[in-house]
């Protein structure tokens, strides 16, 4: 199947090296001390912070650090065949890992000693990049919860399909058996902190498609600030200053 | 008695046995024991602090997992945890170390029947390693009643399945360093008890005495064989302390 | 019931022996008080043995079995190297390899009093002396000697701890020294701490000492006396 | 509470600051150098697709089984590979029975990807009728010692599970054409499966504030690392997956550093498994042949009858007899050898050698006998065999010290058919050797 017409362009008209449309909001969920939903195109999900807070089960209290849980779960209604799954299936437990373990790094757990972060995460609608909408979720939540951080974690895909790196890759995309590069980075620090990668690659083009997962990350990177700036601003408003 | 198994064994003869502790380095105590194509791993942690729930805190308390080779844990395998456990419960000294636990793990590496005794030589081996104090050690064995009537020792599984009755034994080893006659009186009565007999199928009284007798036979060797495989390693301590 | 005491008794000594192994049979021994070290139990008149390993004996009267394991039993006297798992108001809590785990009271420093209690940080390795260790009781223990010095008890800074079994702490604590460690210690400058534990810690200028002196131990576990002089010499000739 | 206290395994404040400073130095506690890999063993069961793997400590054991099932809606003509990983508290006393924890489900998941989504199996030739039958393997990876980098060791017995694994030939038949006959393996050899290549996971760690890389991470090693990065290569320098699951961040070029790196580990692992693999297929070819002497089941041990004392005795004194040899002649590799190639050679030799190692032999024909012997012995019990036979002969090292070496060996590498017997006992004994000493070389200086 061709995945990159002629002139360049991808199924759904982007460029190779074009992220999706970008959207995000802040302070979703009342109830929750932070929270965000993103979107990259048509994936849209939600995510929902609480804490920092007392330890629920004092046998996983941390006496230096906080304790980060995250829980990921993708809603029936989000993907085209609306299969049941269980709750707490393999794939989702290694993205919970994958995303607690990612968001761990960027919070400074440290200042928190003997106290619990917990994330949820839900996809609302799947069209490819789920893992990476989550994160950026996640980071704009514990953003909003306030919760200490030393960088912003964004997080951004990118595919080769008929020999062409691809950003940001979508369902169809994604689905085509090709690779799917998903990288994690602190922008501000331009350290990689979550890399994962699936099928085989040639290693000088797999440094390419990183390369251009990297820079997707730091487009992200550049629209949560905005975002979290106008949130912030908002907030100033509110308050009168 | 004189005709061959299929495997070309006599039939109070054992297949070939092998013996080694101390294989893991995480486990506080372990051994590797075959017989045969038979092979069992079986670790031991503890005595860890603490009893878990339903169990007498003033005794030291023992858990067995069993882990098949492939799969999901079964009702076979629930019996045979269980089995093993009151097995052990009985050579172990419980009030040493009261509230406590020791876990036993148990893993299948292959099976080629008589799977039941080898893990429970495989469990008493992994103990000695482990240093839990124990009364005295255990040895297993397994006899079979086959479609002739014949009273089989160490069955493997086609001799398993071929059969039409089974019984597992574990008796108490035979003391080799007894002091004096008194005491020696005392251990051979002790020797002959048993620990635990587990039968499947219908046999006669008579067979199940044969296999008593059979088994008790084997107790001797086995233990010998115990003693020699679970020494190596104190004698090897010794000879660097020395 | 002619049969000779002292005769089967010798002969038992510096044996193997297993666990239900008969060794000594007290009717035969009136008048006489014997003292059971580890791996021994009294089973009415007979004394029966529980831990497979070497029957010792010790004049006057001490019997015990002697073996070598990962974890450890505590008995009162033996020094060990501990680790700090939490402080309570009261005591620190010690890890030592034992069932149990083993309470250190704050005041149980040389001097201590409520004024002056030191602050231990979770997984400070200590070098301490069990104090009591009772049958259903958490072992205790002080890091000061009998007189209540310092001795040479408390934390140990630096250095690298590592696991070994009981018998290789008893080794490398044996009188005379052993041959492993009186080699390693003619061309190398290292501090050692060697816990009944089983734990062994070792300090020097640089990490690679430690490391060879800490591989070194950990591999003389089996090796007969001489064959520990040959492996040090080799190690030590390699890095030289 | 304070019995999770009592039950936990800790590290020292000592311990954790060292393996950094070491590190500094370019220094590991065990010996190794940063970029060392550990010693790979790599054994196999009696039965078709089980195998053992032991990467230094660390201990993993695979076992392939397979089953007709319908295949995926989706997938008509393709069988499944299922993977199982569990963490099994044998391995680590922190690990309990029951569910998997999230360790064990990444590990699995990491496997997983690294040999599926890289087609490394060739799951179309496992299709026996389309949409109705194909055969659905399961891989049962137990983990048995927890000695750090679990991934690679277990992805290593995955690899080696499924390439001496052998699926059972079935042919269509019946009155419809449509009834699937499966042949049992005495009737129909059983079929090897499709493996286009081998994905090898090479995990990294990043420990300390300098985030100094190591590959092979010990599991002291393990507790301290910042971050983890888990390469799956082929060796053609293909990258199958990597997961680098948060933690510590890093710098570009340094992961592309590993992954150079990985590629050439994967290059020398691959051929390790291959050969481990080739040597066993030579074992068994051998096994088909030798299988009429009546069985090789021997007795050690006949009870309730005459000889059985005689031939224990005889079992008992010898290893007494081998103690004093070797304690005096300070059991070296020289000796070892010697006495390995004399227990083929005469006949109380070989007696003794079955006592060791399980492997039967007292029955008469050798010519016959002694390769189904080895091959018996070196399968059922290469564990048995290695450290029994250690602990026998009181010589340098007790198997729990195993330290590195950076060239790996695997044990299966050389037997030729011929001198089967000799040659899987000399590797073995090899082994054990380079086992004993962590610089192997001050140890043959010895010699």
């Known amino acids: 199947m061709e995945y990159v017409s002629p002139e360049g362009l991808r199924l759904d008209g982007r460029r190779p090296m074009e992220t999706r449309q970008l959207r995000a909001e802040i302070g979703v969920v009342s109830r929750a001390d932070g929270s965000a939903v993103f979107e990259m195109g048509n994936t849209k999900v939600i995510a929902a912070v609480y804490g920092p807070r007392e330890v629920q089960n004092r046998s996983q209290q941390i006496n230096d650090k906080a304790l980060v849980l995250c829980e990921y779960s993708i809603a029936n209604f989000s993907t085209g065949d609306r299969m049941r799954k269980p709750k707490g299936d393999r794939l989702s437990m290694e993205i919970s890992l994958v995303i607690r373990q990612t968001m761990e790094e960027c919070i400074l757990t440290h200042l928190m000693p003997r106290s619990q972060i917990d994330i949820f995460v839900q996809v609302l609608q799947a069209d490819g990049g789920t893992r990476s909408a989550c994160i950026n979720a996640a980071t704009l939540a514990l953003a909003d919860a306030g919760i200490p951080m030393c960088d912003l974690v964004t997080s951004c895909s990118a595919g080769y399909l008929n020999s062409t790196p691809l950003l940001d890759l979508n369902y169809v995309e994604d689905s085509a058996g090709g690779p799917d590069v998903i990288v994690g980075i602190l922008p501000n620090l331009d350290k990689v902190t979550l890399l994962q990668m699936d099928a085989e690659l040639q290693m000088d083009t797999f440094e390419n498609v990183m390369q251009l997962a990297i820079e997707g990350c730091k487009a992200v990177a550049n629209y949560l600030r905005e975002i979290l700036l106008e949130h912030t601003k908002k907030l100033e408003s509110c308050r009168g200053v | ?242 | 019931m002619e049969s000779k005491p002292s005769n089967s008794l010798s002969s038992l000594i510096d044996q193997q022996v297993f666990p239900g192994d008969v060794v000594l049979d007290l009717s035969k021994m009136a008048n006489q008080t014997i003292k059971l070290g580890s791996g021994l139990r009294q089973e009415g008149d007979a004394i029966s043995v529980m831990k497979a390993g070497k029957l010792r004996f010790a004049k006057p009267n001490k019997y015990w079995v002697e073996s070598s394991h990962k974890r450890y039993v505590p008995c009162a006297g033996d020094t060990v190297l501990g680790i700090v798992v939490d402080s309570k108001a009261d005591n620190f809590l010690v890890d030592i390899k034992s069932p149990t785990i083993a309470f250190l009271p704050v005041l149980a420093f040389e001097g201590g009093t409520r004024r002056n209690i030191p602050k231990f940080e979770v997984g400070t390795l200590l070098y301490a002396r069990v104090v009591k260790a009772n049958t259903g009781m958490n072992p205790e223990l002080a890091c000061m000697d009998a007189s209540g010095k310092a001795a040479e008890f408390g934390p140990l800074k630096d250095g690298y701890m590592f696991e070994s079994s009981t018998g290789l702490s008893r080794m490398l604590l044996n009188s005379p020294t052993c041959p492993l460690l009186e080699t390693l210690g003619k061309k190398l400058a290292f501090e050692i701490a060697v816990g009944l534990n089983g734990r062994v810690w070792v300090n020097a200028t640089s990490p690679s000492i430690i490391i060879l002196v800490a591989n070194s131990i950990m591999k003389s576990e089996s090796l007969s006396p001489v064959q520990q002089k040959i492996m040090v010499d080799n190690l030590l000739q390699r890095v030289q | 509470m304070e019995q999770r206290l009592a039950n936990a395994w800790r590290m020292t404040v000592n311990e954790k600051k060292f393996i950094e400073t070491a590190l500094l130095s370019d220094l590991r506690i065990d010996g190794r150098r940063p970029f060392d890999y550990r010693n790979l063993t790599i054994r196999f069961g009696r039965e078709d697709g089980s195998s053992e793997v032991q990467l230094g400590q660390t201990h993993v054991m695979g076992f392939v089984t397979s089953q007709l099932v319908q295949p995926y809606r989706d997938r008509p003509n393709e069988g499944t590979l299922a993977i199982y990983t569990e963490l099994s508290p044998m391995a680590d006393p922190s690990f309990e029975a029951g569910r998997p924890a999230e360790s064990a489900v990444e590990l699995g998941r990491i496997i997983d990807r690294g040999l599926r989504e890289s087609r490394a199996v060739d799951t179309e030739s496992l299709c026996v009728v389309a949409g109705k039958w194909v055969w659905s393997l399961r891989i049962d990876l137990h983990i048995l010692d927890n000695g750090g980098n679990l991934v690679d060791a277990a992805n290593i017995a995955a690899l080696a599970s499924l390439l001496t694994f052998r699926r059972p030939e079935c042919t269509l038949g019946g009155e419809d054409g449509q009834e699937v006959i499966i042949h049992a393996p005495e009737a129909r050899e059983a079929l090897p499966l499709t493996v286009h290549h081998l994905p090898i996971a090479i995990t990294f760690a990043f420990i300390g504030d300098e985030n100094t890389v190591v590959i092979d991470p010990s599991h002291f090693e393990e507790a301290v690392m910042g971050g983890r990065m888990t390469a799956t290569l082929n060796a053609n320098g293909d990258i199958c997956a990597v997961q680098k699951a948060g933690g510590e961040g890093v710098i570009q070029s340094v992961i592309m550093q590993c992954l150079r790196i990985a590629s050439v580990k994967a290059v020398d692992i691959t051929r390790k498994i291959e050969d481990a693999v080739k040597s066993n297929n030579t074992e068994r070819a051998l096994r088909k042949i030798k299988r009429h002497p009546p069985s090789a089941v021997v007795d050690v041990i006949k009870a309730g009858q005459k000889g059985a004392d005689n031939l224990l005795e005889e079992n008992m004194e010898k290893p007494k007899q081998e103690i004093e040899d070797t304690i005096v002649s300070q059991s070296d590799d020289m000796d070892i050898e010697t006495r390995s190639s004399n227990q083929n050679e005469s006949k109380p030799r070989i007696d003794k050698n079955t006592s060791f190692i399980g492997g039967p032999s007292s029955w008469d024909p050798y010519s016959k006998g002694v390769n189904v012997d080895e091959l018996k012995a070196s399968l059922a019990s290469r564990v048995a065999a290695l450290p029994s036979e250690k602990m026998d002969t009181a010589p340098p090292v007790e198997p729990r010290v195993t330290v590195t070496d950076p060239p790996l060996t695997s044990t299966n590498a050389a037997p030729s058919s011929e001198e089967n017997t000799g040659a899987g006992q000399q590797t073995n004994k090899e082994k054990t050797l380079k086992d004993a000493v962590k610089p192997k070389h001050k140890r043959k200086k010895k010699t």
């Open chain 2, 1 to 242: 008695m004189d005709e061959k198994r299929e495997d070309g064994r006599a039939v109070t003869q054992l297949r070939p046995l092998s013996c080694t502790r101390n294989v893991l380095n995480r486990a506080h105590g372990s051994a590797s024991f075959s017989q045969g194509e038979t092979r069992i791993l079986a670790a031991v942690y503890g005595p860890k602090a603490g009893t878990k729930k339903n169990e007498n805190p003033e005794k030291a308390c023992i858990e067995v997992i069993w882990k098949p080779k492939s799969g999901q844990i079964g009702k076979a395998e629930k019996e045979y945890e269980m089995i093993v456990k009151r097995t052990l419960q009985n050579i172990c000294l419980l009030n040493v170390h009261p509230n406590t636990t020791t876990s036993i793990i148990i893993q299948v590496v292959n099976d080629d029947g008589s799977l039941l005794p080898c893990a429970i030589n495989a469990a008493c081996s992994a103990l000695v390693d482990a240093g839990i104090p124990l009364k005295y050690l255990a040895v297993a064995i397994s006899c079979c009643i086959s479609e002739n009537e014949d009273c089989i020792l160490d069955p493997n599984k086609l001799e398993e399945q071929k059969m039409k009755a089974l019984v597992y034994l574990v008796f108490r080893n035979s003391i080799m360093s007894v002091l004096d006659e008194e005491s020696t009186q005392v251990g051979e009565s002790i020797e002959n008890g048993i620990v635990t007999s587990v039968t499947h199928g219908v046999m006669t009284v008579n067979n199940y005495f044969q296999c008593m007798e059979q088994g008790r036979a084997a107790i001797k060797p086995l233990s010998d064989f115990l003693r020699k495989k679970l020494q190596s390693k104190v004698q090897s301590d010794v000879s660097v302390a020395g």
